[in-house]
């Protein structure tokens, strides 16, 4: 038979999963001896019995009513007694803290009859009617699903019936009224008396703590919080301890140290003469924790030897929640304190200072998420706004700059020294440029995984998507929003953090902890302007150092060009793992492509790469330079060649308007010809990758040659140029052999010529499911393997990245097929599964073969724990995210 009830004296902290975070921490202090009133813990496993079978489990009445005895007889008053009542909460709590989301109901036991034995028991009658009317208050809305307006509106009237200020004002026989009032909203909503007895309401209750479990918006903090929804909450049955009676006692909640600068001290609140939920509910307002020793020595002492024994036995900031009866100190909740990203890392070097806890566990306090926070540039709180609109927050920070509409207008204001936001509908490569030279990017269309978010999170550009409001008119060269009219020029800005949109200039500050990661510690602690930023950035610098002698993995950065490749340098990059070549085709090169396509094959083909040669290599010799010494993975040719060539309706239009007057160009004919003939209805699927590279020979070889050649320019001018050729979207080992036996006559050849060896390490990406299921041979002809995670994931679950989003993940959200997007968390089971194959296959060939990870998972928190349990060398991820992965890295190996 199932144990379904736990005494706190049986539990202990590191049963979450059964007793929920409340009921184990609970336990725990019961264990500590700390002064917690008596009660037990109902299992989350019943929970999920009484959600399975719509009822609670036989057994569970039976185990609780022996639970309560046995409280009873410890204490020797009994539930609904007449004379001295037993009187307890039922309180949810669940294994994850889920603030306010869930429900408590205090001061079960009382009835009409009890109510006057716990008025004589306590010699205070007001304070029992109050009890009461709290109880009748908190059942009602909670387990009678009534209106709590409605008990609120009638403690509203009569405290002005009274011409009180606060509800302590009322008397005895106020609050009797008031409980009669209370009796008859329960009768005129429900149809029913309010229970009298109290294992009714006891066992009413529990169940309605069950049913919070599922309510509408704790289904929506779990979604946000990416908590399983079957967990279930467990209910903890707690002796009611009152700090409603009268002045010597009071209820509070108090932190170990403060939970925004990380200091110890003294940090919490006091209110007298009040039940918990008061005290949250702002009533009244509540003294400073500091004023307590005044008002009762003991007690207080009391509260600070507790706090120091909590905080030495979690080894953490505690907060808690307590209430002091008639002098005496009771604690009613414990748990390791939510925090601010800057005082995690505070408190987590406070507390290696104190020698609590050791260098490798306190990386593990601190997130990537958290160190995220810290490294993006913010509004200035105290500025003067005014919103636009709100949408989606894709990706975050805060940008200012004049609206510009297409790529063109992007270079032309950049390029003039101006900031700038780019405005689209959508956004698709084409608008790549645009992209990375502004400063932020905002879409009317589009979702999280939106074309704009990806990227613009990729590059560390704030972006707001999906805002619905704005109207971007690219023919009228107008924007409007808000009842106004916006043109290219106008300056917005853009709340990447909250989805805010605001008009004008609002001054954009940068934070200290971003200018220690790129321009070192001096520079961080010069912008710091108060001695807790200075803390904080010193303590920053002293996790990341200790993360980066802890991990195993390298962290590369994805970078196309020397400027990203600098600033990934600056940021602790350790190479690049991904150079995307696709850009080296467009803009004004793109006539050179284009050239390419319409020339027959041989000599005419030829001439036509030709003319590409020496800007590409002059484009990798910039790049090498920038990692001179470091290994620099750039990745051949990869998108479908038509992303390159005009769009087919568009220049199917355009011939035939000129067909009508009769003036075709010849050229745009051929063209359109070729665009036809290259037309695919599933290019992500077709003609790209190593395919492109087979089917248009030259392609490829041109791009080795530049590789090579600029190797050899920086050789010759005293550098230690590392470049890695990369093939993309192998499937089979064939298909890397034939590239390979290319690139090495070619290495050959330009080393012969310039009398230097160029043995370059030549490998493929992994990024279909066949290559990671034949890893084992693909190793034979592969110097490294690079998971291309976003392709792989694409092909494992058959989803477009592009289309998917928009279609039906919301819905794959809401009913529970997907927890977060595969494409921003690596999916472990299938995706992973594959990840696991492609290295396992790839090490039984070849034992020592490097191997890393270049998709957008490379930055990826939970993600990077992944690959590092499997094995990989390194991750790579947007020169943004990389002290992100450095910490995580670190965190994965301790
Ligand atoms: P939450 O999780 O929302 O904080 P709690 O279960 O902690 O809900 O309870 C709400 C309030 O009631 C808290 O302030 C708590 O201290 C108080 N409370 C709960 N149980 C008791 C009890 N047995 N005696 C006195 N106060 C209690
Ligand atoms: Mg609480
Ligand atoms: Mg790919």
Not at 244 to 251: I, K
Not at 443 to 459: D, F, L
Not at 627 to 655: S, Y
Not at 751 to 758: D, N
């Amino acid at each position: 038979m199932a144990k379904y009830v736990y005494r706190f004296s049986e539990g202990s902290k590191d049963q979450k999963d059964l007793l929920g975070g409340k009921g184990a921490n609970l336990a725990e202090m019961t264990k500590l001896g700390l002064p917690v009133p008596p009660g037990f813990t109902i299992t989350t496993e019943a929970c999920r019995a009484y959600m399975r079978d719509g009822h609670v489990p036989p057994e569970l009445r039976v185990e609780v009513t022996m639970a309560v005895r046995e409280i009873e007889d410890t204490i020797g008053r009994r539930l609904g007694d007449f004379h001295e009542p037993l009187l307890v909460s039922v309180r949810s709590g669940a294994k994850f803290s889920m603030p306010g989301m869930m429900e408590t109901v205090l001061n079960i036991g009382l009835n009409d009859a009890s109510v006057k034995g716990l008025a004589e028991f306590s010699g205070d009658e007001r304070f029992a009617w109050d009890s009461y009317r709290r109880l009748i208050q908190m059942f009602g809305k909670t387990v009678l699903d009534i209106d709590g307006d409605l008990f609120a509106a009638a403690l509203d009237a009569k405290k002005a019936e009274r011409g009180a200020r606060t509800d302590v004002e009322l008397s005895a026989d106020d609050l009797k009224e008031l409980v009669g009032t209370f009796k008859q909203i329960v009768r005129d909503q429900c149809g029913r008396e309010f229970p009298q007895h109290p294992r009714e309401q006891l066992d009413m209750a529990i169940e309605a703590v069950f049913d919070s479990w599922n309510t509408e918006r704790a289904r929506l903090y779990r979604r946000r919080e990416r908590i399983p929804h079957d967990l279930g909450t467990a209910v903890n049955v707690v002796t009611m301890v009152f700090g409603n009676l009268g002045e010597t006692s009071g209820t509070g909640v108090c932190f170990t140290r403060d939970p925004s600068t990380g200091h110890s001290g003294l940090y919490g609140d006091y209110l007298s003469n009040a039940q918990g939920e008061d005290v949250v509910a702002g009533i009244r307002n509540t003294l400073p924790l500091a004023d307590l020793e005044q008002l009762d020595p003991t007690s207080f002492n009391d509260l600070r030897q507790a706090m120091r024994r909590l905080e030495t036995h979690y080894r953490d900031l505690c907060d808690i929640e307590f209430t002091i009866e008639r002098g005496k100190l009771w604690l009613l909740q414990t748990r390791v304190g939510k925090r601010t990203a800057g005082a995690a890392f505070r408190v987590a070097t406070q507390l290696v200072d104190e020698n609590l806890i050791t260098m490798d566990e306190a990386i593990s306090r601190v997130t990537g998420a958290q160190l995220s926070q810290l490294l993006f540039p913010q509004f200035d709180a105290d500025a003067r706004k005014e919103r636009l609109t709100k949408a989606m927050a894709a990706s975050p920070g805060a940008a200012v700059g004049e609206i510009v509409l297409d790529n063109a207008q992007a270079l032309a204001r950049t390029g003039a020294g101006a900031q700038v936001i780019l405005v689209r509908r959508e956004t698709n490569p084409d608008d790549l440029q645009g992209m990375i030279v502004a400063a932020g990017v905002l879409t009317s269309r589009g979702g999280k995984t939106s074309h704009a978010a990806v990227v613009a999170r990729g590059m560390g550009t704030t972006a707001v998507v999906g805002a619905e409001e704005v109207d971007v008119d690219v023919v009228a060269k107008e924007v409007r929003v808000a009842g106004r009219v916006l043109r290219p020029g106008d300056v917005i800005a853009l709340d990447g953090t909250t989805g805010e949109v605001f008009l004008g200039d609002v001054p954009v500050v940068d934070s200290p902890v971003m200018l220690y990661i790129s321009d070192g510690l001096e520079a961080g602690l010069a912008a710091a302007e108060d001695d807790a930023t200075r803390e904080l950035v010193h303590a920053v610098d002293r996790v990341l150092t200790h993360a980066d002698a802890a991990r195993r993995m390298r962290v590369r950065a994805n970078a196309d060009n020397a400027d990203d490749a600098r600033r990934a340098r600056e940021r602790g990059a350790e190479g690049i793992g991904l150079c995307r070549t696709e850009h080296q085709f467009l803009g004004e090169r793109r006539q050179f492509i284009e050239d390419v396509v319409l020339a027959e094959a041989g000599e005419q083909r030829e001439a036509a790469l030709e003319k590409l040669l020496p800007l590409q290599r002059q484009d990798f010799v910039e790049l090498l330079e920038a990692m001179d010494g470091l290994p620099t993975t750039i990745r051949l040719i990869d998108p479908p060649l038509h992303e390159f060539l005009p769009d087919l309706t568009e220049l199917a239009v355009k011939v035939a308007l000129a067909r009508d007057k009769d003036a075709v160009d010849p050229r745009d004919e051929t063209l359109l010809a070729a665009v036809q003939r290259m037309h695919e209805q599933n290019p992500m699927l077709g003609l790209r990758g190593v395919r492109l590279g087979l089917k248009l020979p030259g392609l490829f070889a041109l791009q080795i040659r530049a590789i090579a050649e600029a190797t050899v320019a920086r050789r010759q001018a005293g550098g230690d140029p590392r470049p890695e050729i990369m093939v993309p979207l192998v499937g089979s080992v064939r298909e890397l052999h034939l590239v390979r036996m290319e690139a090495e006559e070619i290495l050959a050849e330009v080393g012969e010529a310039a009398g230097l060896r160029l043995d370059l390490p030549i490998g493929c990406m992994i990024e279909l499911p066949r290559a990671a299921l034949t890893a084992r041979r693909i190793a034979e002809e592969a110097d490294f393997f690079s998971f291309g995670t976003n392709d792989l994931t694409q092909t494992t679950w058959g989803f477009s990245r592009d289309d998917v989003e928009g279609a039906f993940f919301a819905d794959y959200l809401e009913n529970g097929v997907l927890t977060i997007s595969p494409f921003e968390t690596l999916d472990g089971d299938g995706v992973g599964a594959l990840v696991v194959a492609g290295v396992t296959g790839g090490r039984s060939a070849k034992p020592d073969l490097h191997m890393g990870v270049c998709g957008e998972h490379g930055g990826d928190p939970e993600s990077i724990h992944f690959f590092h349990d499997a094995g990989l060398n390194y991750v790579s991820c947007s020169p943004f995210r990389v002290p992100i992965a450095r910490l995580e890295a670190g965190r994965a190996a301790v």
